[in-house]
T-cell receptor
Framework: AQSVSQHNHHVILSEAASLELGCNYS??????LFWYVQYPGQHLQLLLK??????LVKGIKGFEAEFIKSKFSFNLRKPSVQWSDTAEYFC??????????FGAGTRLFVKA | EPEVTQTPSHQVTQMGQEVILRCVPI?????FYWYRQILGQKVEFLVS????????KSEIFDDQFSVERPDGSNFTLKIRSTKLEDSAMYFC????????????FGNGTRLTVT
C-alpha cells in the first residue's frame, strides 16, 4: 500500500537556524508531491509542489524541497527559519486517482 | 483569493446522533473531498466526489458516512450514528480540473462526540 513517512514528529529550532524535514514515500510509479503547512488556528495551505522537471522546487516564504527519485524522498528545507514558521508541516503524495496520501505531520516550533 | 468555507467550526454531539458537516467549495472547482484528522494523528482521506457521485472512498468511509451535493454550491458529509472514535477535525477540500491539482482546504470542523 502507498504510504508517506515523515521522520520527525516534533522539531524545535531557534530563529535563523536551518531546517530540513524528511519525507519518504512508498510507491514505484509516477508521483506528484506536495508540502502543506498548517499555521496555528488556520487551514492547511499549499507550500510547494513537484510534478515534473527540476527536482529542486521553490515554494512560498523561502521554502524549497528536493525530489530524489532514487531515495523516494522529498525533503523540505529552509536556510533560516523565523518565529512565524511555527506550524505543522505535512508531506503529501498523489499517485493517481482521486486520493492524496498525507504523512503524519511534523510540528515545528521556532524559538524567538 | 477564493476560499473553501466550512460550517460549523465546532460541533459537539452525543454518541448515536446524526451530524451533518457543511462545506462550500471554490465555485469553479470540480473535485471535492473530505479528509479527517484525529487529534495527534495523520490527515486521512475519507472520500472524493466528482460529477455528482463518489469517485473514491477509503475503508474509513463505511455505511455510517454519506456525502451529498444538494445544490450547486454545498457539499455535505453526514455521519448517521456517531461514535466516540468519530471525534476528529474534518476538512473539506476542492481542486480544479485535474486530479493532481493541489487541494484547497477549508478551516475544518472540529467534531466532538461525547
Amino acid at each position: 500500500a502507498q504510504s508517506v513517512s515523515q521522520h520527525n514528529h516534533h522539531v524545535i529550532l531557534s530563529e535563523a537556524a536551518s531546517l530540513e524535514l524528511g519525507c519518504n514515500y512508498s510507491y514505484g510509479g509516477t508521483v506528484n508531491l506536495f508540502w502543506y503547512v498548517q499555521y496555528p488556528g488556520q487551514h492547511l495551505q499549499l507550500l510547494l509542489k513537484y510534478f515534473s522537471g527540476d527536482p529542486l522546487v521553490k515554494g512560498i516564504k523561502g521554502f524549497e524541497a528536493e525530489f530524489i527519485k532514487s531515495k523516494f524522498s522529498f525533503n523540505l528545507r529552509k536556510p533560516s527559519v523565523q518565529w512565524s514558521d511555527t506550524a505543522e508541516y505535512f508531506c503529501a503524495v498523489h499517485t493517481g486517482g482521486f486520493k492524496t496520501i498525507f504523512g503524519a505531520g511534523t510540528r515545528l516550533f521556532v524559538k524567538a | 483569493e477564493p476560499e473553501v468555507t466550512q460550517t460549523p467550526s465546532h460541533q459537539v454531539t452525543q454518541m448515536g446522533q446524526e451530524v451533518i458537516l457543511r462545506c462550500v467549495p471554490i465555485s469553479n472547482h470540480l473535485y471535492f473531498y473530505w479528509y479527517r484528522q484525529i487529534l495527534g494523528q495523520k490527515v486521512e482521506f475519507l472520500v472524493s466526489f466528482y460529477n455528482n457521485e463518489i469517485s473514491e472512498k477509503s475503508e474509513i468511509f463505511d455505511d455510517q458516512f454519506s456525502v451529498e451535493r444538494p445544490d450547486g454550491s454545498n457539499f455535505t458529509l453526514k455521519i448517521r450514528s456517531t461514535k466516540l472514535e468519530d471525534s476528529a477535525m474534518y476538512f473539506c477540500a476542492s481542486t480544479e480540473g485535474q486530479l493532481n491539482s493541489p487541494l484547497h482546504f477549508g478551516n475544518g470542523t472540529r467534531l466532538t462526540v461525547t
